[in-house]
């Protein structure tokens, strides 16, 4: 009986679909433990964290929560079991001295979200909605405190050139509350109305809780529960900002954004992921794959060595690059650079085996066909092996046991359906783990829908047996 081959490896530099998929489609179904990198998958190699054991550190997510600044590192860490308080800490360039600033304990001044950062250089201000906490460079100490005449209680700002940009205030300042946005004087935290609107608030345009300002080049941009916003200086009729409404689907939580000046990614109420450029909005997809992290808040976090987004919360991660998604095995609520080093937190990886599965193939014909093995270029030190699932109803899915790999790179996988997602997984895989094509040797088992000579079907890579 004649034999045919299907080779999957445009997937392998694609990763996971960013949208719903036909059949035969050229991306994968499961990418655990890779990275899209330049033309291929490479392995994702784990963070670590550099933080001494000397901190109490606690995992209650959303935190810890690293934060770079120009000249300050902060750290801070929930403890919701013994202390019932945030513990603020300055970490030095080299995490080898870690300074404690503050404890903001709960039942002095309440749970507060994330904390915001507006960095200025030599001066800094830090809030979470319950307290402030600046570098007094008159006093050269760390101040704190629940209020200040000049300053609203805000849970998000950011610095725009010299100017703070702020929002979601919940302190009693003028008629604002949370769907507010704010701006303090240029040069100053002074955040008094004027009658020239140099400082001034404005409601968000879409009516949404804003949950974060960032800068973005020339524009802040503003998350809120409802859109997103463009924010840009202007200087007449006087001198304040203009708001441009550039999407109407908000920000899923606080922690869902990250970037730099040039790119920013979040996750939208609607669990798809967007990019944010001078351009507007890009919707990047992935939806099915989001889903996934609903019931707990989704964090984005930035590595600026490859410019790599992870997108989780603490049980499942998923990493977004300049070339395609893939699924990671490690949760972290902060990803940071420092001393040309990344590093993150938590550093735990999951014991998962890495694995990749194409997503669902048919071979282009809807008859039973009987796969008899499976072929990839994957090195045998990484111990691969070889499954599949299969249906016989595009509905009810079973997986077939793994096969081992041999040193020839073929593993003889037996199994029969209608259409299948064929997997490789690894005992483990190394910093030179590569792989760059996976393919399925078939025959056509029912040919009732064929007649006369038949031919391969279009797609075909393979030969006559």
């Not at 100490?141 to 209680?153: D, E, F, G, K, Q």
């Not at 524009?219 to 550039?246: C, D, N, R």
Request: charged share 20%; aromatic share 12%; proline share 5%.
């Amino acid at each position: 009986m004649r034999e045919y081959e299907w080779n999957i490896d445009k997937a392998l530099t694609k990763g996971l679909s960013p949208e719903p998929v036909t059949i035969n489609a050229e991306f994968l179904y499961q990418c655990l433990g890779f990275r899209c990198g330049k033309g291929r998958l490479e392995p994702h190699i784990p963070l670590t964290n550099p933080i001494p054991n000397t901190v109490d550190m606690f995992y209650n997510w959303p935190f810890p929560q690293m934060i770079t600044g120009e000249r300050y590192n902060i750290l801070v860490v929930r403890d919701s079991v013994v202390n019932q308080w945030d513990s603020v800490y300055l970490v030095s360039a080299d995490h080898s001295t870690i300074t404690h600033i503050f404890d903001i304990d709960v039942l002095t001044f309440g749970t507060g979200t994330l904390m915001e950062v507006a960095d200025f250089g030599e001066y800094i201000f830090m809030t979470n909605g319950v307290i402030t906490i600046i570098w007094d460079v008159v006093l050269g100490a760390w101040s704190a405190a629940p209020v200040n005449p000049l300053i609203p209680m805000m849970r998000t700002v950011c610095n725009f050139k010299g100017q703070a940009v702020g929002g979601n205030i919940v302190s009693a300042w003028y008629d604002c509350d949370e769907t507010f946005y704010i701006w303090s004087k240029i040069g100053s935290m002074d955040f008094t109305p004027s009658d020239d609107n140099e400082a001034g608030y404005r409601r968000c345009p879409y009516g949404g809780i804003v949950r974060h300002t960032r800068r973005l080049g020339d524009y802040v941009v503003g998350y809120s529960s409802k859109g997103i916003v463009m924010m840009f200086p202007v200087g007449e009729p006087a001198t304040t900002f203009g708001f441009k409404e550039v999407c109407d689907i908000g920000i899923i939580n606080q922690g869902a954004m990250n970037g730099y000046l040039a790119r920013h990614i979040y996750v939208g109420e609607d669990y798809i992921v967007r990019e944010v450029t001078k351009e507007g909005v890009k919707e990047l997809g992935y939806q099915f794959y989001i889903k996934q992290l609903a019931g707990e808040d989704i964090i984005v976090s930035y590595d600026p060595s490859k410019s790599d987004f992870y997108i989780g919360n603490s049980t499942k991660t998923f990493l977004l690059s300049t070339t395609g998604m893939t699924e990671v095995l490690q949760h972290p609520s902060a990803v940071w650079r420092s001393n040309n080093q990344s590093y993150m937190l938590p550093d735990t990886v999951d014991a998962t085996l890495p694995v990749i599965t194409s997503e669902p193939i048919d071979f282009s014909y809807a008859g039973q066909k009987t796969i008899s093995s499976v072929e990839t270029d994957a090195s045998i030190v990484d111990s691969p092996e070889a499954g599949a699932d299969y249906t016989f109803n595009n509905n009810l899915w079973e997986l077939v046991a793994y096969r081992p790999i041999n040193n020839q790179g073929v593993s003889a996988l037996t199994v029969s359906g209608n259409a299948f997602r064929i997997s490789v997984r690894f005992a483990e895989i190394y910093e030179t783990t590569r792989i760059s094509y996976i393919k399925a040797r078939f025959k056509m088992t029912d040919l009732r829908g064929l007649r006369g000579v038949y031919a391969p079907p279009t797609n075909f890579r393979g030969q006559g047996a």
